[in-house]
């Protein structure tokens, strides 16, 4: 087949997948170019809506009512959608103000976000644009303009070399991740608002609420407070137009309905009463950050006293403890917090790091397996290898160190050390590459290539010459992490007799 030809065959074969991704959007009405299913939207949805939840502060727990009321707002709006989904509805403990939405109906709302509104009708304009963004598959949509980039890159590099297919990126967690925090285009914003009115309307809210929302988000952002820029407004930048648009909407939709002020500052009341401890807690951990831990410790007790159903504010003082090196004390508040919210990952990595410090391992395991279930964390992993380890349970605690050095962090060093010291006696061969041969004086030579980024000591080689004859080299020094070094022995030989003789690692460590 010519290049011509293998070109109209791509593009034909590319023109066919693009007809065959159209799809009619269940909102619009209008045709969608999609790579991705149904079953991804909901697959992706299903498997990361805890994980995330867990990763911006877990659920807010101090006033159930909060989430169950927010959820009765949210399923009553999900009533009107035009795509029938596995609506969920959950309120984050972040006082930073945002909501978002996963593929397949996974919608948060931040606490921060709650003390921002003034009534149900602003509340059910928030939750009404979200819906929006999974039934209209906006989330999916985005996902599929990456890979018909991605083809687009692969087609170019086909067309270039003549040869060879490539692989296609595969959509994994992080793909989640990025859904919430991805600005979303104009058009899709405007469309959220658009719809989510109209959703507002059916369900007997004022969309008015919308109009008022949207003019006190654009007032925030021209004051920029930094909240609000690196929340809401990351991902569903307010404007103008949008406040123009929504009037617009406003005025063809049926007068009047519902705002529902009364029932908002009713389901809101200990949220609101308790606002002042959370401001308190965000000075707290600005005077820990300055190293004040006294200051850190007095804030804290008085977030306490305004809302003591608050696990965070527990767990703080557990870190603080921590960090002064009181174990008591940090069991003690991380109990306490594990009391308040038994849901939320960080409590339980933390405490069982004080039970693996005070030696109760049976706890320490148990606290680690609980939050591994909740939100797989390094932390977590270093724990129960090092736990595995001690136990003699190598090849269980290779696999947890394993996990936890892929983190960027200093649990992730730890881990790594770790990993090094229980697999460099069993497989020194990956991380000490040895080569042998001859220098350009003719003499014997060896190459040792530290492929960790850990210093390596103690190195031993065997040598085996050509006549069967054995011994031990031994390499004085440290060899740096990714360190090369030339051991030239001044010995003569022949290429042949050079060829003849093998080397191996017989033993290497990491340096302490």
Not at 232 to 238: D, G, I, M, Q
């Amino acid at each position: 087949m010519n290049f011509t030809s293998f070109r109209i065959v791509l593009f034909s074969v590319l023109a066919t997948v693009f007809i065959s991704s159209c799809t009619v959007n269940p909102v619009t009405g209008n045709k969608d170019l999609l790579f991705v299913g149904e079953d991804w939207e909901l697959n992706v949805g299903k498997q990361n809506y805890l994980p995330l939840r867990q990763s911006q502060g877990g659920d807010y727990t101090a006033d159930p009512g909060v989430e169950k009321y927010v959820r009765s707002v949210g399923q009553k709006l999900a009533a009107q959608s035009d795509r029938k989904l596995p609506y969920e509805f959950n309120v984050i403990n972040d006082s930073v103000p945002n909501a978002w939405a996963l593929p397949g109906g996974k919608i948060s709302i931040n606490r921060g976000l709650l003390m921002e509104l003034k009534d149900e009708a602003e509340l059910s304009a928030v939750l009404a644009h979200e819906i929006v963004h999974s039934a209209a598959k906006h989330g999916a949509r985005g996902q599929s303009r990456g890979i018909l980039l991605q083809g687009a890159v692969m087609a170019a590099t086909i067309a270039g070399s003549r040869k060879g297919y490539g692989q296609a990126a595969q959509a994994t967690s992080s793909i989640a991740a990025q859904l919430t925090n991805t600005k979303y285009s104009r058009a899709a914003e405007l469309e959220s608002d658009l719809y989510g009115m109209r959703y507002m309307s059916k369900a007997g809210y004022d969309p008015q609420g919308a109009v008022d929302l949207q003019q006190t988000f654009v007032r925030l952002s021209e004051g920029r407070q930094s909240d609000f820029i690196s929340g809401l407004f990351a991902s569903h930048p307010p404007s103008h137009e949008r406040v123009a648009k929504n009037k617009a909407t406003a005025a063809v939709l049926p007068a009047g309905g519902d705002r529902g002020k009364a029932r908002y500052d009713k389901a809101m009341g200990r949220l609101k009463k308790t606002s002042a401890a959370y401001e308190l807690f965000g000075d707290a951990q600005q005077a820990l950050k300055a190293n004040n831990i006294k200051e850190a410790v007095n804030l804290t007790n008085k977030a306490i006293r305004i809302e003591p159903r608050e696990g965070h504010f527990q767990s703080f003082l557990g870190d603080i403890s921590i960090k002064t090196n009181n174990y008591k004390a940090a069991k003690s508040y991380f109990d306490k917090a594990v009391k308040l919210n038994p849901n939320f990952y960080y409590y339980r990595v933390r405490r069982g790091e004080v039970n693996q410090k005070n030696g109760n391992t049976a706890a320490a395991r148990a606290d680690f397996e609980a939050s591994m279930k909740l939100l797989p964390s390094a932390e977590a992993q270093y724990g129960l290898g090092i736990l595995e380890r001690d136990a003699g349970n190598i090849s269980a605690a290779k696999k947890m160190l394993a996990g936890a050095a892929q983190s960027q962090s200093p649990v992730g060093e730890k881990a790594t050390d770790a990993l090094l010291a229980l697999d460099l006696g069993d497989n020194p061969q990956i991380y000490l590459t040895v080569n042998r041969g001859l220098s350009k004086n003719g003499t014997f030579a060896f190459q040792l290539i530290n492929n960790t980024s850990r210093p390596l000591t103690g190195i031993q080689l065997g040598v085996t010459m050509g006549d069967g004859t054995k011994s031990i080299s031994n390499v004085s020094g440290t060899l740096a992490g990714g360190e090369t070094k030339l051991i030239d022995t001044g010995r003569k030989m022949s290429k042949a007799q050079a060829d003849a003789i093998k080397v191996q690692v017989v033993d290497v460590n990491v340096q302490k």
